[in-house]
């Protein structure tokens, strides 16, 4: 079963400063990888996905992730962090061949320093 | 466009007691799926029904069960309610096979 890990529970970044968050997947193929956000009593809303092709995605708000096959990583990364950025982050993927099942990583909560 | 509209936002219940959430895809969506979200276990996959046929099962117990209806809505049902079950209870929907998912805003169960 393909899984996905967030190492990191907790980042801190001051206002301005760009961010990068980490994920790592486990998946023999090419795996197909989500990057959501949720505020605090929220739901998940999407920021970028990755299918195939081109292995740098482009997100809303200002987002970018990079797929990396040879260190099975998907990072997300901003240049210029934002107070209203502060959230919770969820890598996620599809697990195997069961559609729409998705495994979460265990989320980064991202706060912001002004 | 609506998107995903979950109903209630919140509810509380008793320990014993069951519960139906319920979920009102996206038009066109025929894909629902259902995540509990803890502190503890994070965002556990319930199920997914497509076209009203229940397509993939996460590893809950069987108090936990969904129905999908023609027009695509959806409901969940949690029979006797443990203190454990107290959850953020979220849906999804996404229009066919390994299409991005759309999520609501959840209900927040809290089983006292």
């Known amino acids: 079963a393909q899984s996905v890990t967030q190492p990191d529970i907790h980042i801190t970044v001051s206002e301005g400063a760009s961010l990068e968050l980490r994920c790592n997947y486990s998946?023999?193929?090419?795996?197909?990888l989500f990057w959501y956000v949720q505020s605090p009593g929220q739901g998940l809303q999407l920021l970028l996905k990755?299918?195939?092709?081109?292995?740098l995605v482009q997100g809303i708000k200002g987002f970018e992730a990079e797929f990396k096959r040879s260190q099975s990583s998907f990072n997300l990364r901003k240049p210029s962090v934002h107070w209203s950025d502060a959230a919770e982050y969820f890598c996620a993927a599809p697990q195997g061949n069961a559609g729409n099942m998705l495994t979460f990583g265990g989320g980064t909560r991202l706060m912001v320093k002004p | 466009k609506a998107g995903v509209t979950q109903t209630p936002r919140y509810l509380i219940k008793t320990r014993g007691q069951q519960v139906t959430l319920s979920c009102s895809p996206i038009s066109g969506h025929r894909s629902v799926s259902w995540y509990q979200q803890t502190p503890g276990q994070g965002l556990q996959f319930l199920f997914e029904?497509?076209?009203?046929?229940?397509?993939n099962k996460g590893n809950f117990p069987g108090r936990f069960s969904g129905r999908q209806f023609s027009n695509s809505r959806s409901e969940m049902n949690v029979s006797t309610l443990e203190l454990g079950d107290s959850a953020l209870y979220l849906c999804a929907s996404s229009l066919g096979w390994l299409t991005e998912a759309f999520f609501g805003q959840g209900t927040r169960l809290t089983v006292v």
């Open positions: 029904y497509f076209s009203e046929t229940q397509r």
């Open positions: 990755y299918f195939s092709g081109d292995t």
């Open positions: 998946y023999g193929a090419t795996p197909y």
